[in-house]
């Protein structure tokens, strides 16, 4: 396993984040160390030697910025100040300075397509009078029809119901493609570009390295906000591609990050990662040019069923929609908005030797990987009852989507009964399971054949050995329902059974296996996936 004292971050490395494995902090569920039940700034710095000991090179804190918190943080009333419910701007430089110090870079999340309508503006907004300068910052437009019942076109909200709402009084209507609290900003207003640089500025200069960008897909809209050509369900999934759809993807984005960029550029190494949901590889593409965004949250792999033509596909888009553009494809299997791996796969036994194995094919592929707690755990979803759903999806989906919560559970830490060590308090924001005394950091961290000791396994080889130093994919012939691939130059040999039978092994010296391998001469178990050297 890797040394502490191996770490150090190297000033001069521009380019760090080109094969960085990130992990993603869900700040609510990571750590409590105020014993409130919600986790919080603190509570991740005093988890950082573990995060060093599992050997990622970076993290993504999701949004703790001043917020009422309807989405849990994404909701964002003042995006230069910490929540008081994850600490304050004291303890946010604590937590750099020792992330630093532990070798870990840190990004955190930006939200530019919308604010809180809490936020100062959106408050000046409402009782500000129609066409006046407070209400140009938002989308506000008079509603269709007699006395402007309807709404100004057909657009629904990503979370379920219209993309509008109406202020009291006959009045206006304002955009909100998320929550009504989630009000979309003008990007044709120079005030809101002034503004997101500030932000940007701030926290650079608080030493951040990066940020990840929130609906990077968004932001712009297209004149005259066309109607949509057809309705999507009532609640599409956050997953779905967006297709011909006019809410996202307009062309004015692109001007938005060449701004940020700009503004990332005069600081040295830092990164900018945006959240894409667009149409094609194509539309992807534009997204990582020159001049615009470092790294893209390219879906793909998440999206992938368990099969082997699943995940091949997922993976040749993921490198095509970055052909021939300076960015790297990343690659993610999970996040705070989606059905854990386990869960997805499965369920239980199988789920989890899948989630393992495609773990293995996840940060066997070069360039940048994304981990989302709780997943080198192995934790599944989480069936949750009625009364303790908290996203906003449940709501307005009119009770027909139960949203995320069940990927966001707080993480087991220790000891063999709940709140396992994330807080002082069982009265944790959202309840956890009975029965995750295996599941803790504690149980796993010393049981080699555990989940995090495959993952620290495998963060320990990507970093350390030669066979990874390849940038580029070739394929492999493999039975039918199996994979396999090459990184060409370090002779890394990837292969996962995805077959439901044994198959045999690629001919090279075993690295390591998500499931166990019977010695000598043995077959590739199902569900299982390998890293050779040829
Ligand atoms: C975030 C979600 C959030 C939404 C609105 C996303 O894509 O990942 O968690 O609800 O943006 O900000």
């Given at each position: 396993m890797r040394r502490a004292d191996d770490r150090h971050l190297a000033p001069d490395d521009e380019a760090w984040w080109r094969n960085a494995v990130f992990y993603q902090v869900y700040i609510r569920s990571f750590a409590d160390a105020n014993g409130d039940g919600v986790g919080d700034l603190e509570g991740v710095r005093g988890r950082l030697g573990y995060l060093e000991l599992l050997g990622v090179d970076a993290l993504w804190l999701t949004p703790f910025f001043r917020s009422p918190m309807v989405d849990h943080g994404y909701d964002v009333s003042d995006p230069r100040d910490v929540d008081p419910l994850f600490g304050d701007l004291e303890t946010f430089d604590r937590l750099v300075a020792d992330a630093h110090r532990h070798g870990l870079r840190v990004t955190i999340d930006l939200v530019p397509n919308h604010t809180s309508d809490r936020h100062e503006w959106f408050q000046a907004a409402v009782t500000a009078a129609p066409g006046g300068p407070e209400r140009a910052r938002y989308l506000f437009r008079d509603g269709r029809s007699f006395g402007g019942s309807q709404p100004p076109n057909n657009w629904t909200s990503v979370f379920g119901g219209p993309a509008w709402t109406r202020l009291p009084g006959?009045?206006?209507?304002?955009?909100?493609?998320?929550?009504?609290?989630?009000?979309?900003?003008?990007?044709?207003?120079?005030?809101?570009?002034?503004?997101?640089?500030?932000?940007?500025?701030?926290?650079?200069?608080?030493?951040?390295?990066?940020?990840?960008?929130?609906?990077?897909?968004?932001?712009?809209?297209?004149?005259?906000?066309?109607?949509?050509?057809?309705?999507?369900?009532?609640?599409?999934?956050?997953?779905?591609?967006?297709?011909?759809?006019?809410?996202?993807?307009?062309?004015?984005?692109?001007?938005?990050?060449?701004?940020?960029?700009?503004?990332?550029?005069?600081?040295?190494?830092?990164?900018?990662?945006?959240?894409?949901r667009v149409a094609d590889d194509a539309a992807f593409a534009r997204y990582v040019r020159p001049g615009e965004l470092h790294l893209g949250f390219n879906f793909r792999l998440l999206e992938a069923d368990f099969n082997a033509d699943s995940v091949r596909a997922a993976i040749e888009h993921s490198l095509v929609a970055v052909q021939g553009s300076p960015a790297p494809a990343t690659w993610t299997i999970s996040n705070h908005d989606t059905v854990r791996p386990v869960t997805r796969y499965g369920g239980g036994e199988v789920g989890l030797a899948r989630a393992r194995a495609m773990a293995l094919v996840q940060l066997a592929l070069p360039g940048p990987a994304y981990l989302y707690n709780g997943d080198e755990l192995g934790l599944p979803n989480v069936e949750l009852p009625d009364w303790v759903l908290q996203d906003p999806v449940w709501k307005r989906s009119g009770h027909t989507e139960r949203g995320r919560d069940g990927c966001r559970i707080p993480l087991p830490w220790e000891s063999g009964t709940s709140p396992y060590g994330?807080?002082?308090?069982?009265?944790?924001?959202?309840?956890?399971?009975?029965?995750?005394?295996?599941?803790?950091?504690?149980?796993?961290?010393?049981?080699?054949?555990?989940?995090?000791?495959?993952?620290?396994?495998?963060?320990?080889?990507?970093?350390?050995?030669?066979?990874?130093?390849?940038?580029?994919?070739?394929?492999?012939?493999?039975?039918?329902?199996?994979?396999?691939?090459?990184?060409?130059?370090?002779?890394?040999?990837?292969?996962l059974n995805a077959s439901g039978a044994p198959v045999s092994l690629p001919a090279g010296q075993v690295l390591l296996a998500s499931g166990p391998l019977r010695p000598i001469g043995d077959p590739l178990p199902p569900d299982t996936a390998v890293w050779l050297k040829e």
């Open positions: 006959a009045d206006q209507w304002y955009l909100h493609l998320f929550a009504p609290e989630q009000p979309d900003l003008n990007w044709e207003n120079p005030e809101v570009a002034a503004d997101l640089e500030r932000t940007l500025r701030f926290w650079l200069g608080r030493g951040v390295d990066g940020f990840r960008i929130d609906v990077a897909h968004g932001m712009a809209k297209p004149a005259g906000l066309p109607d949509m050509p057809h309705q999507v369900g009532v609640c599409p999934s956050l997953l779905e591609r967006d297709g011909a759809d006019p809410r996202f993807d307009a062309d004015g984005v692109h001007d938005i990050h060449r701004m940020i960029r700009k503004v990332l550029d005069e600081y040295p190494a830092r990164v900018a990662i945006g959240e894409i994330f807080s002082a308090t069982p009265g944790t924001w959202l309840p956890m399971p009975g029965d995750w005394a295996g599941r803790t950091v504690e149980a796993q961290l010393e049981d080699p054949s555990s989940t995090l000791s495959l993952y620290r396994q495998a963060l320990e080889l990507r970093q350390r050995h030669t066979a990874f130093t390849g940038t580029e994919v070739e394929w492999y012939g493999a039975p039918p329902g199996c994979l396999a691939f090459r990184r060409r130059g370090g002779g890394l040999v990837c292969a």
